[in-house]
């Protein structure tokens, strides 16, 4: 997304843990960029990253915040599951949630930006073998509801993305069926076209061909029946 981003004009602040990665996608940006090492659990240090990115004189302020940092419970190495559970939560929804609010806090000074969240079609109700990575998504997107409330008359907007699967070195880990397996290339084309419209959408979906069959099952298929048509006796 920040490469997509960058190819379209837009000055990028990349914030994450590892500086190499960070510095080769800074060498890629067309129209500059600066990154900020930081982890995103540390809401003191992300509050802090994030203002230097809304002051930097070269890029101008913060004008979209997309929270999308995301792990999972097959990429963490602790055998505790509390553990995992713990640390997926602690990434994907209350890191998320504070990038989301720092991003508002910053911009609402000046009554305009675009906030965006990256949850997954995996929030809509549980599946097998990730359920604290279900259960961060969907508190993302209800977070993300009920925040775009309080966005009423602040000239602020809020997008839930909500993408299915993508080929991504997380989903490289998984060895069970991945319908609709999308390239990173075109779900990235997706969301960023979708925050560059003119009116952004407030929930983005995709693919359609997954994202209405499972929200249209999952709304009317009681337990039993959705454990059954998932495979689990």
Not at 216 to 226: N, V
């Amino acid at each position: 997304m920040a490469l997509e981003l960058g190819r379209r004009g837009t000055f990028i602040h990349a914030l994450g843990r590892r500086s190499e990665r960070l510095d080769e996608l800074i060498a890629e940006l067309p129209h500059g960029g600066l990154a900020h090492v930081v982890d995103v659990t540390d809401h003191a240090a992300l509050r802090g990253a994030m203002g230097l990115a809304d002051t930097h004189g070269a890029s101008g302020p913060l004008d979209l915040v997309i929270a999308n940092a995301g792990i999972a419970e097959n990429g963490i190495e602790s055998r505790d599951a509390a553990d995992a559970a713990a640390q997926v939560l602690a990434v994907n929804a209350a890191a998320a949630a504070a990038t989301l609010e720092f991003g508002k806090e910053f911009m609402r000074q000046r009554g305009v930006g675009h906030l965006c969240a990256i949850s997954s079609l995996a929030g809509t109700r549980g599946l097998p073998g990730a359920p604290a990575y279900c259960a961060s998504k969907a508190a993302l997107s209800t977070y993300v509801e009920a925040m775009r409330f309080g966005l009423a008359r602040t000239g602020l907007s809020i997008t839930d993305v909500q993408p299915g699967f993508i080929k991504t070195p997380m989903t490289d880990r998984n060895r069970f069926p991945m319908p609709f397996l999308m390239e990173i290339e075109e779900a990235t084309r997706r969301t960023v076209d979708a925050l560059e419209r003119t009116r952004p959408p407030s929930i983005l979906r995709y693919p359609r061909r997954l994202a209405w069959p499972l929200r249209l099952a999952a709304g009317i298929l009681p337990g039993w029946a959705w454990q059954r048509a998932l495979g689990e006796k």
